[in-house]
């Protein structure tokens, strides 16, 4: 299974050209952004409102990188969801809402500044996972003619700050960088290779692992969004994205044993109580679908989870590189383990 998940963490360096300034939801701009620019590049029918009902709807790019433009999913997926449900919950296709997951995921570098000066440098993340592995040069020219639109609020001419692709570099799983573009060689990238999801696991036993956010951890039990994690709730986010992942990667569901992993990691939590703190955050936004202002928020925090977790642990480390939970689109989700000793 792990060796058929692949997966491309892209480092991308970035020249503003104009005066950028972000909203304090950074993610959200670059969401906006991104999305707006692979539809711009990828759509063979942009004068469509939208994508339902398009003639090339079942083999467009953009609609199988974001299956929400035309409110389809999987069938399989409602069995995803059923797989990891416990009795008491919903097992219906839109209770937890993690299925139609986005196959990238893009958040700046923390120590990216709300304002960024015309000739300064600036660096964002790309992760592409499974199909969208294959569909980087794309997302290149979508980055290309992402400069040239402008990335953020709009400026006292009306305009979004404009800025260039300078390198992109691929990471390997142990942190190294493979340079496969840079402008002043002036060629599309070249050279690059994904890795698969097992090269970021390591075959280890773990008794105790600490969980730390990156980014807000949106996610629901039992049809409500949780103001803590516990254990098994991780878990079933990890699985959630996992065979989502796998499904949309093979197109057969992923045999694993749900029941008993989710059971274990109950008798984990049940046998010992986890040391950590969780805040809530929210953040605004404004929707363009809906026509209003928005709140959207996830848990901070850290934990540590003590018990016979080496089972579980591949599963919670694949959870960090995918991201879980809702709101992925949006940077959420995104977490580190760390195995104590």
């Given at each position: 299974m792990w060796r058929q998940l692949k997966v491309l963490d892209l480092k991308i360096i970035l020249t503003a050209l104009d005066d950028i300034?972000?909203?304090?939801?950074?993610?959200?701009?670059?969401?906006?952004?991104?999305?707006?620019?692979?539809?711009?590049?990828?759509?063979?029918?942009?004068?469509?409102?939208?994508?339902?009902?398009?003639?090339?709807?079942?083999?467009?790019?953009?609609?199988?990188?974001?299956?929400?433009?035309?409110?389809?999913?999987?069938?399989?997926?409602?069995?995803?969801?059923?797989?990891?449900?416990?009795?008491?919950e919903s097992t219906s296709l839109n209770s937890g809402g993690e299925n139609l997951s986005p196959l990238y995921l893009a958040f700046f570098d923390p120590n990216t500044p709300m304002r960024i000066g015309a000739g300064e440098s600036f660096t964002f993340y790309l992760h592409l996972f499974g199909p969208a592995v294959a569909y980087f040069p794309y997302f290149y020219f979508c980055l290309e003619n992402m400069g040239l639109k402008g990335l953020g609020l709009k400026g006292d001419n009306s305009k979004r700050g404009k800025f260039e692709v300078r390198t992109i570099k691929?990471?390997?799983?142990?942190?190294?960088?493979?340079?496969?573009?840079?402008?002043?060689?002036?060629?599309?990238?070249?050279?690059?290779?994904?890795?698969?999801?097992?090269?970021y696991i390591d075959g280890v036993e773990v008794s105790a692992l600490k969980i730390t956010t990156l980014s807000p951890l949106r996610l629901k039990y039992k049809n409500?969004?949780?103001?803590?994690?516990?254990?098994?709730?991780?878990?079933?986010?990890?699985?959630r994205r996992i065979s989502d992942l796998y499904i949309k990667t093979t197109g057969e569901r992923l045999d694993i044993d749900y029941s008993g992993l989710i059971t274990q990691a109950c008798t984990?939590?049940?046998?010992?109580?986890?040391?950590?703190?969780?805040?809530?955050?929210?953040?605004?936004?404004?929707?363009?679908?809906?026509?209003?202002?928005?709140?959207?928020?996830?848990?901070?925090?850290?934990?540590?989870?003590?018990?016979?977790?080496?089972?579980?642990?591949?599963?919670?480390?694949?959870?960090?590189?995918?991201?879980?939970?809702?709101?992925?689109?949006?940077?959420?989700?995104?977490?580190?383990?760390?195995?104590?000793?």
């Open positions: 300034k972000l909203p304090f939801f950074k993610e959200n701009a670059l969401r906006s952004a991104l999305g707006t620019s692979l539809r711009a590049t990828i759509c063979a029918t942009p004068l469509r409102g939208n994508c339902k009902g398009c003639d090339i709807e079942s083999l467009c790019i953009y609609n199988k990188l974001l299956p929400r433009a035309s409110g389809k999913a999987l069938n399989s997926s409602a069995q995803i969801q059923e797989d990891v449900a416990s009795p008491q691929v990471i390997s799983p142990r942190g190294g960088e493979t340079l496969v573009y840079s402008r002043e060689e002036g060629v599309p990238p070249t050279g690059w290779r994904p890795f698969s999801l097992g090269d409500r969004l949780t103001s803590s994690v516990e254990l098994h709730v991780l878990l079933r986010a990890a699985l984990i939590a049940e046998s010992n109580k986890p040391e950590g703190q969780w805040r809530w955050v929210d953040y605004k936004r404004y929707s363009t679908t809906q026509q209003r202002s928005m709140k959207l928020g996830g848990v901070f925090g850290d934990i540590l989870y003590r018990g016979e977790l080496t089972e579980l642990y591949p599963y919670l480390k694949a959870g960090e590189v995918l991201a879980v939970g809702k709101g992925i689109a949006f940077g959420f989700g995104r977490y580190k383990v760390t195995i104590e000793r």
